[in-house]
């Protein structure tokens, strides 16, 4: 066990000294690709969080990549706050509306909670392309994102990938943890046994409010120009759909393997004009058809062997 | 140190100088490895290339796609124009380089068009960019091209929802602008056919049509027009009963906005449906090409004005081929067997600012292509091109109308020519229907 322990260690060593030392030794590109990697893997691992382990398939994700976003734009733009501190005011935002909307949408479980959390994205979206001080549908430039370097936002962004899966990884060896397992096992009896199913749930939700609208502040720092189509799109969570999915939903590893896959497909198929999401598509049924339980999820059922457990050795 | 001495200081028996140690080596021989790499993934310095290369992120699919239609078919006859006598001469190199263009599509979405033009800029290491077609192209790849330092050739986008994203430093735009352009062709069109100047605004939620929306709003009351707003709406919209009949309430006989097709042929359909008729529809964006004026079926289009921003009348001239536009016109349709459409022009024109510039600046310094931008003055196929400080410059603009055709089913004639009498008429202004 010890010596699994230490390849263990030495393994994450390696990858996290590989991506922390990355601008030093690759090219620019790679550096985008890997920044994009860490975005996306932070914003699925918040995906997973709901819909693997608390069993809150949400189709909302987007109102937060939105609301971090256009918390960003509007307070740089209009109240020249420092970049920074308004990416952190954006998390504080999301979490806000979180809590807000948890009222209504946590009333529903299942598929109605999927449908509930997407109409309130849908809804935000109209809100926002209809609202003059979010300058309606014109968007905005996030022109002091021009200041912040390609290295600084990359640092970013890799922090919040990582920093997601750490999160992750402690939040399930914790009470919390334990108490979402149980209740994703059988919600009824975990209730029996004292588990406040509603307070686990709404932890899970804001904390992925946070960590995902911190993150869209920081792929806005990247993208400079949101607009509330984008910004609001389903397009998100069919990303962080895909992420999970591939990779392994309800696994640790399962959106690091995912996102990686996502953002060199993505690359990759970027020069197939027009077929792109048709092969997107295709690799995704055929992930599907092959490995139901996902990349990692089918993995680890065949080696018995789980790289990143969440249960306490 | 022996394994069963150490004192773990966590449950799981990890302890702080183990982790030390694991990182260092981790992180070392990451470096290490970084090293022997393949080239693509090292840092790379100046690309050495043996052609000129040409970012473009084109709408080839999506909502956009009637703009991006005529690529990769223009860009092509273009570049071959260029690379005739070798290409264009390049200091650093000593000889004449090829120009080559690299095309991505971006399914007509502005957060795909900035990662593709970001993946242009750091991967195929772009020597300057052309960003064409609508604001929702435009802004997000000039941006992306500001963020990395990238010489970048805008065109086919209306000037004001482009202009907030600058000061621009690396993008040089050129489009007509809606306040100094569009509006003199609507006030200039319009009393031509007898109306109660009552005006009903159909606009979609996004930067073309917001822009659009606010101009006329402030300008039109000044003349004289009543403007009847029922508001912006978003992409898909299905219903617009409650737009038509407040527009049939204040008796609106001119509908005037800009829209995409999809939601201009619903709307357009409802509209004759539940038995509104204005006498004028002048709508920008969503009857551009040919193919969106037959989605309306029947007999719809007839009438309906849009603005014309290049036509085969157009009486200007290739700087690269010295063809006429009708020659340009005719040599596409000959090609693929379809009817021109106004995106042609300025796909070519984009080749010829190119071609202008690096003939003037003679190397690939990006900061010297800009000063090269900077200093461009020429007469192009799209009309005379010279950039002011806030780095734009006005094409011109005429009001044409669809009517039924012979050579092809749906015809554009120009109908209205007040600020460029140069360019001729072809038919004149007839009610809607």
Known sequence: MKSHQGWRLVLIAILVGALLSLPLWA???????F?????????????????????????????????????LAVLTVYYQ?????????????????????????FRMSGVYFAIGSWIVAESLMIWFSNWDYAKKGMGFFIKAAYGVSLNQIYYSAIL??????????????????????????????????????YRSKLACFLIAAFVTGITSGILYLNQVFIQPYNAFGIEWTVRLCFIVIIGGIGTIEGPIIGALIFVLLQQFFAEYASISLILLGVVSVLVMLAMPKGIIGTVQDKLAFEFLSPRRS | MNQGQEKPSTKNGITRRRFIKTTSVGATSAIIAGTGLPGWVRRAEAAKRDHILIGRCNPSTGSLAGFGEPSPLIDDKAVAIINKNGGLFIEEAGKKLPVKVKMLDTESDSTKAAELAARLILNDKIDIMIALHTPNMVNP????????????????????????GGPYRWTYHA????????????????????????????????PDGIGFGKVFKELLPAQGYKVVDPGTFPYGTRDFTSLI????????????????TSDFVNCWRQCRQMGFAPRIATVARALLFPPAVEALGGNLAQGITTEVWWSPHHPFKSSLTDQSARDLCDEYTKAIGKQWSQPIGFKHAAYEILADTLLRAKTLKKSHIIKALADTKMDTIVGPI????????????????????????????????????????????????
């Open chain 1, 27 to 33: 090219s620019r590109y790679v550096v985008l690709i």
């Open chain 1, 35 to 71: 920044l994009l990697f860490g975005l996306h893997l932070a914003m699925a691992q918040m995906w997973n969080l709901l819909a693997g382990y608390t069993g809150l398939i949400s189709l909302g994700q987007q109102i937060f990549i939105g609301l971090g976003g256009y918390s």
């Open chain 1, 81 to 105: 706050l420092p970049i920074w501190l308004s990416i952190l005011i954006g998390g504080g935002v999301c979490v806000l509306f979180a809590v807000i909307i948890s009222f209504p949408i």
């Open chain 1, 160 to 197: 919040m990938g990582i920093g997601s899966v750490v999160l992750v990884f402690l939040l399930l060896r914790s009470k919390l943890g334990l108490s979402l397992m149980a209740m994703r096992d059988d919600e009824g009896a975990s209730e029996g046994i004292g588990i406040n199913a």
């Open chain 2, 141 to 164: 790849i000039s941006a992306t091209c500001e963020r990395y330092g990238v010489p970048c050739i805008g065109l086919d986008a209306p000037i004001e929802p482009w202009l907030p």
């Open chain 2, 175 to 206: 489009f007509w602008s809606v306040a100094q352009d569009f509006y003199p062709v609507c006030i200039g069109m319009w009393p031509q056919i007898k109306t109660n100047k009552t005006v009903g605004l159909v606009a979609n939620n996004d």
């Open chain 2, 245 to 260: 009949n407040m527009w049939k309430k204040e008796k609106v006989e001119i509908l005037f906005g800009n829209v995409i």
């Open chain 2, 386 to 433: 010279e950039y002011n400080d806030k780095h734009y410059s006005r094409t011109p603009l005429v009001g044409g109308q669809w009517i039924k055709g012979r050579e092809f089913p749906w015809e554009l004639k120009l109908v209205y020519n007040g600020e460029h009498p140069d360019i001729p008429l072809t038919g004149e202004i007839k009610p809607v229907g």
